[in-house]
């Protein structure tokens, strides 16, 4: 295949920085950006948590290989930047992964999930990354009558795979440990994290430096020619590239074969003022990390200064999956994550906002990551579908691309994640009119819902078209 590749990365206007980019911390000094032509061994296009984790175990595994990272904004600058730091695990989808994976190739993925985040916390520690690594696990809960015990077929699963990574609480338990009586049950995961992850992106990039990664930023990719070598042009330079590695998020779906595989769709956030005696007088004080049973699922942490960032998977589209200002503040999905903060502690009403963005999550049908080589192309790689909890699995994804890129025949190659097959997103205009219509009808019924009344069976009918969430819930 010697046709070209188009890839516009650029993004008009440019995302709204987000409150964990806009910290002094987080403005570390910046790359420059790529100029001349240049030959390397592996190419990344994209620097966020999986480039940046792909770049270092490339390092480590070969040495002596030349590794180049571009990224058209800053490292993290994109989703890796601006979500709510949840550094989670796969427990939560075992069933998915079970339904494409043996039992023991389950138990690998999600023992290697788990094992992450300790990881990360040991990597932290070891670099000198204060990136406010919180080891202080995850509130899964129900806030409606509807929502209890969906959990019970994940647990079980669990158990059927000898693991037991979770601990049910009851109605007054999850409600001190939260600070809000809207949760009428949960269970909690013990191995979760929290962490502020522009300063965990700006702090990989300093070690993937340090380990001989070449850096450009402000060096969006305008073109990819397949080949061998691959080529690679920006605005200013050129690369060719034995292999190239493409970790570019939602930023993705520029490309026809990956918009088939994921929708980017929209998540806010909103932060408070810092209000560390208010949360303690609430009961909300061990730092766990909470997100409810809905699709349109709500999560919310505290801050190392008392802040609550609360956030809500909002699930706004744009047609042609482009990555504009929906992505960046979109009011109408601030004014739903405002309003369920409100909802859920009622008791800081008086508490105002001090940021709000939205960003984009690269939704697969099942929200687990994809792996494979594009247009059949045995060096350019790709690693896509992160759906949301990126933050601890993407360590595993820099493991399965290092491996594809340098043609390792190892566990991360072999991964089940790998070239698997799974459901496609329709195109364009099926794909935004449809997608929208799904996601209002979710919206309907998670409103009745919230407010004890039976939603329309239109509305049930129409959601269960949506993409799957965060958590396997029966």
Known sequence: MNRGLTMKLTLTPPLKPSYWMDSPASKAAVSPPLKGRHQVDVLIVGGGFVGLWTAMTLKQLEPDARVMLLEQDVCGG??????????????PKIGTLRSFCDERQARFLGD??????YELGEFCAEHGIDAHFRQ??????????????????????????????????????????????????????????????????????????????EIHEHSGVTGISPGEPVRVTTAQGQVEATNLVLTTNAWAAALPELAQLMVPVNSSIVVTEAVPERLAEAGWSGGEAITDSQLMVDYYRTTRDGRIAFGKGTGAIAY????GQVFSEDPASLLLTEADLRRTYPMLGDV??????????DRTYDSLPIFGRLGGQANIHY????????????????????SLALGRDDQWSRCPLVERQCRRFP????????????????????????????????????????????????
């Open 320 to 323: 042609g999956s482009r990555i």
């Open 78 to 91: 994109g989703a890796s930047g601006r979500n709510g730091g949840f550094v989670m695990s796969w427990w």
């Open 112 to 117: 290697s999930a788990e094992r992450a985040i």
């Open 383 to 402: 690693g896509i579908g992160w759906s949301g909890n990126g933050v601890g699995p993407s360590r595993l994804g820099g493991r399965i691309l290092a």
């Open 136 to 213: 202080s696990g995850w509130l899964w809960t129900a806030t409606t009558p509807q929502h209890v015990d969906t959990w019970n077929g994940t647990l079980a699963a669990c158990e059927r795979l000898g693991v037991q990574p979770f601990e049910r609480l009851d109605a007054a338990e999850v409600a001190r440990r939260t600070g809000s009586s809207v949760h009428l049950a949960g269970v909690f995961e013990r191995s979760n994290a929290t962490v502020q992850p522009a300063l965990l992106a700006r702090g990989m990039r300093r070690v993937a430096l340090a380990r001989g990664v």
């Open 427 to 474: 195109p364009e205009p099926l794909r935004y009119i449809g997608g929208s219509m799904v996601r209002n009808a979710v919206i309907r019924k998670e409103r009745a819902e919230l407010a004890g009344a039976t939603p329309a069976a239109l509305d049930r009918m129409l959601a269960r078209f949506a993409p799957a969430g965060l958590e396997d819930k029966s």
């Open 352 to 361: 105002g906002l001090t940021h709000r963005w939205s960003g984009p999550i």
